[in-house]
């Protein structure tokens, strides 16, 4: 039940056709990464009443991060990125849940920092933490909600195998490099509002938007294009090789 505090803080979204508060209240989230993508996901989440946000991020704020990290200030240089996004979002919304995760996701912790979520959502800047991610959610069979940017132009998609392919259906996973990806700073604000909306609409509906679809967002152009793909049934993450292991 709502409180009468959370009736009144959240009345004009309660309004909106097909919205269910009592279902956001009772998710829990995975937010991966709180900088310029995770930032924007994690204040859209909280904003709106999921019940328990899970901010992992093993990183601490610097200077050249603040061109698209709105969640943080100058004066927050050298501190820890999640212990800071919990704190603002709990002076944000009190009424959640919000736990800070100061670690780095790898093979051996991804199954606990996972364990009882009902999505996960992307906001890393790297290639191997998106794969990581999506093997996780795919053995887990938790919904991975992807985003990533790069310089003027933003993607996202949805994955649930096996009802939906993954993210190694779409790309292969390459060699890390240490390129430093160029990022217009509003375009992570584009990208992460639409994966919270995706994963807000999920939460409530059960509903799927663009699995086996990436959206490409192009702010040189201001346009969007949607691009199909398929399930690869050979696929080494969610194949039906992959499934019997």
Known sequence: MLSESERFRYQRQLIVTDWDQEKLKCSTVLVAGTGGLGGVIAQYLAAAGV??????DDDSVDLSNLNRQILFRTDDIGKPKSILACERLAALNPEIKIEALVERLTEGSASRIAAGCDVIVDGFDNQPGRFLLNSIASRMHIPYIYGAVDEWHGQASFFYPPATPCLACLVRETTPTTRKIPVFGAVPGVIGSLEA????????????PLAGQLLIFQSD?????????????????????????
């Open 51 to 56: 019940g328990t946000l899970r901010l992992l």
């Open 197 to 208: 909306a995706m994963t807000i609409r999920y939460l409530m509906t059960g509903e799927t």
């Open 221 to 245: 152009t201001m346009s969007f294009d949607v691009l199909c793909f398929e399930k690869n049934p050979t696929c080494q993450v969610c194949g039906a090789k992959a499934r019997a292991k």
